[in-house]
């Protein structure tokens, strides 16, 4: 979780009261965040040097500031400054009512214009932007605005890789302004808290001994052309993701702020954007007004940013009851749902009363689901307040009888003297097909897209392949070798909704001076004892629960030297002698003989029933 340091006294200030430490971590904790620690600026130093109290200064500690430091949820984005966390807390006590953010272009400007060149597509292709007109910062608004981007940028921005902040002075740039990709030896410009020009190139070695920038370098600096945003008198705003233009920087006497994020993903960058306006434009001279920019993309289509449109969710009030498990009338939900920042109306065609129409505003970009909405009314009802309840239904958990009967047989294999393997579930073509004589065909097997490598392409429809592969890397191994592994197969199935289903089967194998056919027919027979499954030879079956083998003309296995295992007069497995060009193609030295089949038909219960369809 997030941690949100905010100085105490400006928060107390903002929340209109002064709380002792316990009551306000009892505020934090209705609201769903925790007041984690209590600290100040030079006990924070300390603990981050590893120095003892003794070993600094704490003559004038008492007069320090009191700093919370608050855990926050991960994807609440808007509670990562102090006008985020003040805000919510007031309107989650009835102090105030939640904003509604308005698009406005302020008398006597022009809506700012942003230009995206083609080749951005190379390497970031997206930006949008915002303006904030008539911005009055102090000098706590202006370290919270930029403590905000910091936190976005290890947050959401997964370090600047999915979405880099930029913020200027729109009094020093001119309109409109474009977003562009060039060769880095192109880009000149003076970078924020330098005094003399740099080409990119040689602004990449400058920053490779910077501590705070050199972790950003790699996102761009391997790539031929380097994103750069130029205003109309070719002055450079920023080399994102990297720095800021030293022209464009903003400060405490800075009245218009021009925001724009650059991404390679547009929706977290509309939520980064709308984050910081929506957070901050409460300090302009028309509190919660926005002013738009007009994004052309690189195909001349037009968007105006920031998009700080209310997103709509219908809910129904039972629904929302049984989620929660507490009886609450739409009127209470919704007064719920208002001290969580969300707007409610009863739908209109509903008499009852029984659905609610809520709208999400900008600031709660991690409300996605209904199931939101209802934790959100949890929440404002608090946790503490649902009483506990004995479940109305019993339910007891079990082993899945699939895997019951597996462990059962992985004990029996174990007995018989067999070592236990464990294969990856994919392989490549060759081994599954090619390799043990099989012919390849589209409906045979469950493709990989876009394999990383050659080992890994399909998934497997036999075990065999993967056992052979396991053998062949251990040919130091004393002889005889005996093998096993009871796992899944992945087999190409048009009745299944996915369009492919597992089969559970068991693999015996055994390698020797000779090679040991009796030993794997005698496995099949104990493993059919086990389960209780008679035997039953001759051409006439009058046992129907009864197994039996047959003669087979499978490639992979040595002529007359093989045989299909039957059980309800379905084939359910294969066992024979491995054929020589298999055995060389897998660069095996000794004979192998092999079994493998299908354990599904087995899971049924004390009745003789199938579990399992």
Known sequence: MPTVSVVRDELFKELGKVYTDEEFEDVCFDFGIELDDVTTEKQMERNELGLSKSDMDVDNEEEEEIIYKIDIPA????????????????????????????????????????????????????????????????????????????KL????????????????DLDTLKGPFRYEALPPEKIVFTPLK?????????????????????????????????????????????????????????????KNVFIECTATDHTKANVVLNTVV??????????????????????GAERMYPNLDLVEFEVKQKDICKAIGVELSSEHISDLLRKMQLLVEPKEEETTGGS??????????????ACDIYEDVAIAWGYNNIVKQVPKTMTYGKEFPLNQLS??????????????????????????????????????????????????????????????????????????????????????????????KNERRLLALFSGKESGFEVIHGVLNRIMQVLGVPVELGDKMTNPEAYSWKESQDKTFFPDRQATVMYKKKEIGIFGVVHPEVLKAFDIVYPCSALEINIEPFCFDQHGNEILE
């Open 194 to 254: 330098q005094t003399k020009d740099f080409n990119a190139k040689d602004l990449m070695e400058f920053y490779k001994t910077d501590q705070k920038l050199k972790q950003y370098l790699h996102i761009i600096e391997d790539s031929p052309v380097f994103p750069v945003i130029y205003d109309s008198n070719d002055t450079v705003l920023s080399l994102p993701p990297i720095i800021n233009g030293a022209h464009s920087a903003i400060t405490l006497d800075t």
């Open 407 to 500: 462990d059962l047989l992985r004990a029996e294999m174990a007995m018989v003297g067999f070592t236990e393997i464990l294969t990856w579930a994919l392989c490549s073509l060759k081994e599954n097909f090619e390799y043990v004589r099989r012919e390849h065909l589209a409906e045979t097997a469950v493709t990989i897209g876009n394999p990383k490598t050659l080992d890994f392409e399909v998934c497997r429809t036999s075990l065999l392949p993967c056992a052979l592969k396991t053998l062949a890397a251990n040919k130091d191994a004393p002889v005889p070798i005996k093998l096993f592994e009871l796992s899944d197969v992945i087999l190409i199935s048009e009745e299944h909704e996915t369009g492919a």
């Open 75 to 150: 994807n609440r984005y808007d509670l990562l400054c102090l006008e985020g966390i003040s805000r919510a807390l007031r309107i989650f006590q009835g102090k105030q009512e939640t904003p509604t953010f308005v698009k406005e272009v302020v008398a006597g400007n022009e809506v700012q214009t942003m230009h995206i060149k083609p080749e951005t597509a190379l390497i970031r292709p997206h930006v949008v932007c915002a303006t904030l007109r008539n911005v009055t910062f102090t000098a706590e608004s202006y370290k919270s605005f930029i403590d905000l981007q910091d």
């Open 153 to 168: 940028h290890q947050n959401l921005c997964r370090q600047r890789t999915l979405v880099a902040i930029g913020t200027h």
């Open 356 to 369: 609610l129409i809520v709208k999400v505003p900008p600031t709660r970009s991690d409300i996605l689901h």
């Open 278 to 299: 929506t957070m901050f434009s409460q300090y302009c001279a028309k509190p919660f007004t926005v002013e738009p920019v007009n994004v052309v993309d690189q195909f």
